[in-house]
């Protein structure tokens, strides 16, 4: 789903891809090169999203109504499908970026047990 | 918005623009590739690479379009369009099954529906009224197995005011009235009913009102008597025009005022009458003049009572209710004495029944014919399943590469199953279609047949489609689906799918094992075909026999014509002149031999009887008519001994009698009858002044009864209306107009006379037993017809997969005579094995017919051996085609072939 550039990261877990999609979201509508690109930068070129991936869950969350669709123009002047949270997605980005929150803490705490 | 519906109502919206989402969706992954491609020219790399780097990290654009539909898309409706698809296909590259298919199946499906829809509207459907089953309907019980159904006046009205269990007690009686139209009188079909009808069926009139209690009373209501008319009387009697309450019409010379018009929904109390007006009961006397079974006390049972329970009572409240009130009603009845103890001895009371759907006579009598007939259309129904699955079946083994590659590939059994099926709903819903487009047809045809033509007993039933019947068109496409699919589709995909790729054509392993059950189905339907033959050729026989049995006159070239006097002034000797004056108008009609008068038609169910004895003999029960000058030559009954009647036999020259043979051996088992006398109750004597022929009275079915036949001119009947028998040369068509106008010349008061030719008497008077006859025959011919394809069909495939190892064995020296014979033993088998257990079965079937026959043994050894003769020839006839073809297998072909 996620293919890191460093493979020793380990997987990461379901569901983690679709949150990341609504995190680069929250920020204004964009198209789907955008999201890819904004993960691939922001985890400063850690992540790498795929296309096999990113497309099914922007269709998959646009299915379920967190997000809405439409054409506009690019940066370039050309027709583009933008992405918006709408307020069903706003709602599942909390959710989600707590429950990855305690999830990662709770990780955290594991690993430096000694 | 829950994420679920949100997205299945995405979903749903993508169903209806398929395409536009795949435009945009292969749009969106082209901005995506070009930005790449972008992203990759800056990075530096030279147009070509970066075109290509971009190309092959997308992948296909196809595959990408796939995975987001996928998505967006019912998987399951997907691939059912897809097999429905590829059914049609597969449908429509077999011309020959398909058609042969739907053809069966629409027969089988146009009969059932039929049938279903006679059934329906005169055993089912409720009344069109409120709260339908409340309704019941109420008989007489004297200890007799069956209940009586009619009431007299004095027990009616004694029941009427009984308001503590029923809302509402109602009589009626179907009845004919002549109407004065502009030309003459006109008969209009009607009913007589009572105050309580209307309030109790609760319709609300389409304008005036309807019939009330204060309008069923001696001499009607405060304004004269009142008339309720149908919406179609309206309509086209008074031409729909809007001030129809308070016109007049003339009924039997009667002015009665026309208060209210009834919806069309409403058909009355009786689901096979459709009356045109509805008269208040008070009226017989007027309307049925000069008989008044009004005033006719315990002696006129003309009533047929009904009623509407209170809310929250039960049937078997109402009866208790019945039963208490029973002897009090009993004996103010004012009946005799003797009778009212007779009654009592009898245990008598009143009951009631449910009455949803109404009270029509004509239930008893065609109950079990009906039921006798859905079980025929059944049978044969089911024979057309088994035919197009085994038909499957076969040809689902000629399939076993492709199923088993298909399954190789990755389809899941139950996905080729479903395809399969598929292919047989298909079949199923195709051909219930095409039934259901025949059913008014066949539906029409079988209504007229039971209704008994023209006559005056006939009845109209509504067999307009209605849910039930549609729900039982689904449900028998439905199990039509399930019957022909699920077997050959479940055999079909089973098996080892090595073994099956690797045979292929030439599968010759467990071949026992796998025909075990085609097999099966060609032995049920040879056998369900016997049973329908022998229990056609059964009914075909008695019929025959009947027709055969003897009627003891010739009714081929007779015509009645009915003349209505009753309402006309004349009686007593004018009215007699007036019928000679007919007589001497219709021997001068074009073709006409002879002509004579008679009061009972024969053979049309009405009758007329009285006890008489030889003077210090016995009293014997006597079958009585009376008949005019020349009857017995026009009616061609032998005259033994003795003189016919002529006009001068008057009231005056003495009272005569003509006795029919049995009734001579009955009263003078001496012989010698001529000039003797019989006296009736009343001690009035008779002379007998010949002797003739026995002919059949009321029914067909069993031998004459004995009768008596007295002049006309003396029958002390008031008005009588009598028929003329007419026997002419040639077409009696021109006779219609004829008598019309001779009777506007003679007699112009009175309705145009009623013609029913002899022939059709006799018809109607065995209709039951023509009916089930000729569905019986005609439903065996397709039994036949069907099992013959079937067995054809299923023994070619089979013949067809063979074609390699005959190939070789005809190569290494197989006779061809040999290889037919091995050929047509598969099918001889399975006719013998299906003959022996349809044999079985139809001999102990066959005592449900037993009612239905007449003088014909439901265990006839030569009528089963007929059926199974034909059913063997039949199918040796359909095995032995591809049998010869078979034989006739060239070796070289054959082999290279595979």
């Known amino acids: 789903m996620i293919r890191e550039e460093n493979t020793d990261s380990g997987s990461l877990l379901q569901g983690t891809l679709e949150m990341l999609v609504l995190k680069a979201l929250a920020r204004g509508p964009q198209h789907g090169y955008a999201v890819a690109e904004w993960i691939h930068h922001v985890s400063h070129q850690l992540l790498k999203v795929e296309e096999g991936a990113l497309y099914p869950a922007l269709h998959r969350l646009e299915m379920r109504g967190f997000l809405n669709a439409e054409w506009g123009a690019s940066e370039n002047n050309r027709r583009a499908k933008f992405y918006r949270l709408t307020a069903e997605g706003t709602k599942r980005l909390d959710a989600e970026s707590q429950r990855w929150a305690r999830l990662s803490a709770a990780v955290a705490f594991v690993m430096q047990s000694s | 918005m829950l994420p679920a519906i949100s997205a299945f109502l995405g979903r749903l919206r993508s169903l209806f623009r398929g395409r536009r989402m795949e435009s945009e969706m292969s749009e969106e992954i082209a901005f995506h590739r070009e930005r790449l491609r972008e992203k990759y020219l800056q990075e530096g790399m030279s147009e070509k690479a970066a075109e290509r780097a971009a190309r092959v990290r997308l992948g296909n ?44 199946l629409a027969l089988g499906v146009s009969a059932n529906t039929a049938v279903f829809s006679l059934i329906n509207s005169l055993l089912l459907r409720p009344l069109a009224v409120p709260q339908a089953q409340q309704m019941v309907v109420l008989s007489t019980q004297e200890g007799a197995p069956q209940p009586g159904y009619s009431f007299c006046t004095p027990f009616f009205r004694g029941l009427e005011g009984k308001g503590d269990v029923f809302q509402n007690v109602f009589a009626f009686v179907n009845d004919t009235l002549q109407v004065r139209g502009e030309s003459g009188n006109v008969n209009v079909h009607g009913v007589m009913v009572s105050g309580q009808y209307f309030p109790a069926m609760q319709v609300k009139p389409v304008m005036g009102r309807y019939l009330t209690p204060a309008d069923d009373q001696e001499g009607g209501g405060s304004s004269g008597f009142a008339v309720v008319i149908s919406e179609d009387f309206w309509k086209t009697w008074f031409n729909g025009v809007p001030d129809v309450v308070g016109r007049s019409l003339m009924i039997a010379n009667a002015s009665f005022t026309v208060v209210g018009v009834i919806p069309k929904s ?59 009130v029973s002897t009090g009603v009993l004996h103010t009845s004012t009946g005799e004495a003797d009778w009212i103890k007779d009654e009592e001895q009898h245990h008598f009371h009143f009951a009631a029944e449910p009455g949803s759907n109404g009270f029509a006579y004509v239930r008893s009598v065609f109950r079990k014919p009906l039921l006798m007939m859905f079980g025929m ?73 039971l209704s008994g033509g023209s006559g005056p007993d006939s009845m109209s039933l509504d067999i307009s489609p209605d849910w039930r019947l549609y729900g039982f068109a689904a449900a028998v496409a439905f199990i039509a689906a399930v019957l022909i699919g699920l077997m050959p589709a479940w055999r079909a ?83 007699m002149e007036v019928y000679r004056q007919i007589w001497d108008g219709l021997k001068t009609a074009p073709g006409v031999k002879d002509v004579s008068f008679q009061f009972v038609v024969p053979l049309s169910h009405r009758g007329w009887n009285g006890h008489y004895a030889a003077p210090g003999g016995e009293r014997h029960l006597l079958w009585l008519n009376s008949v005019g000058p020349d009857y017995f030559n026009t009616m061609r009954i032998p005259l033994d001994q003795g003189r016919g009647f002529t006009w001068s036999d008057t009231k005056s020259s003495g009272l005569k009698i003509i006795l029919n043979r049995s009734a001579a051996k009955l009263f003078f088992p001496q012989g010698g009858a001529i000039g003797r006398q019989i006296v009736d109750r009343d001690k009035v004597a008779y002379e007998v002044v010949a002797v003739v022929g026995d002919a059949k009275y009321r029914d067909v079915r069993g031998p004459a009864a004995p009768a008596g036949y ?8 008031k008005k009588p209306s009598l028929s003329a028998v007419v026997r002419v040369d040639g077409p009696w068509q021109p006779l219609v107009q004829f008598s019309r106008e001779l009777t506007a010349r003679l007699v112009p008061s009175i309705p145009a006379p009623v013609i029913r030719p002899m022939d059709e008497v006799v018809d109607t008077s065995i209709n039951t037993e023509r009916m089930m006859a000729l569905l019986g025959v005609f439903f065996a011919g397709c039994s036949l017809l069907v099992t013959a394809i079937g067995l054809y069909g299923t023994l070619s495939y ?32 399975v006719a013998t094995i299906g003959c022996g257990a349809g044999l079985a079965v139809a001999v102990s079937l066959s005592t449900v017919l037993t009612s239905f026959l007449y003088e014909t043994s439901t265990r006839d050894p030569w009528i089963f051996a007929g059926a199974t003769f034909t059913l063997v020839c039949v199918a040796s006839a359909a095995s032995l085609l591809p049998a010869v073809r078979a034989s006739w297998i060239d070796p070289m072909q054959a082999i290279r072939s595979e």
């Open chain 2, 377 to 449: 259309c059944g049978g044969l129904l089911l024979l057309a399943c088994l035919n197009l699955a085994s038909l499957l079946l076969a040809r689902g083994a000629v399939r076993e590469r492709e199923l088993a590659t298909r399954r190789a590939l990755g389809a899941t059994r139950l996905r080729l199953i479903r395809q399969l099926m598929i292919e047989s709903l298909f079949l199923a819903t195709l051909g219930t279609g095409l039934g259901m487009a025949l059913t008014p047809i066949v539906g029409h045809a079988l209504a007229a047949m």
């Open chain 2, 61 to 104: 654009a196809q595959r990408w379009q796939e995975r987001l539909r996928e998505l967006w898309s019912f998987r399951i409706l997907e691939e059912l369009t897809r097999d429905i698809r590829f059914s049609l296909r597969l449908l429509w590259k077999s011309p020959g099954f398909t058609a042969v298919g739907l053809a069966t």
């Open chain 2, 493 to 575: 995909t089973e098996g080892d799918l090595n073994e099956q790729i690797k045979n292929g054509q030439h599968a010759q392993q467990q071949r026992r094992q796998t025909r075990l059950i085609p097999r099966l189905l060609m032995i049920s339907q040879v056998a369900l075909a016997l049973i329908l033959v022998s229990g056609a050729a059964l009914l075909a026989t008695s019929l025959v026999r009947l027709y055969r049995s003897g009627l003891g006159f010739d009714p081929h070239g007779v015509v009645n014509i009915s003349f209505s006097m009753d309402k006309q002034q004349l009686d007593g000797e004018p009215l």
């Open chain 2, 710 to 717: 007295v002049p006309m001119q003396q029958d002390s009947q």
């Open chain 2, 798 to 829: 089979a013949t067809a997969r063979r074609t390699n190892e005959i190939g070789i064995r005809i190569a290494l020296g197989a006779q061809r005579r040999r290889v037919m014979a091995m050929i047509f033993r598969e099918n001889a088998v």
């Open chain 2, 266 to 324: 409403f058909t009355g109390a009786d689901p096979t009458h459709h009356p045109q007006i509805y008269a208040p009961l008070s009226a017989d006397p007027i309307i049925d003049a000069p008989r008044d079974h009004l005033h006719g006390g315990t002696h006129a049972w003309w009533l047929t009572v009904m009623a509407r329970l209170q809310p929250g009572v039960d049937l078997q409240k109402a009866n208790a209710a019945l039963q208490a």
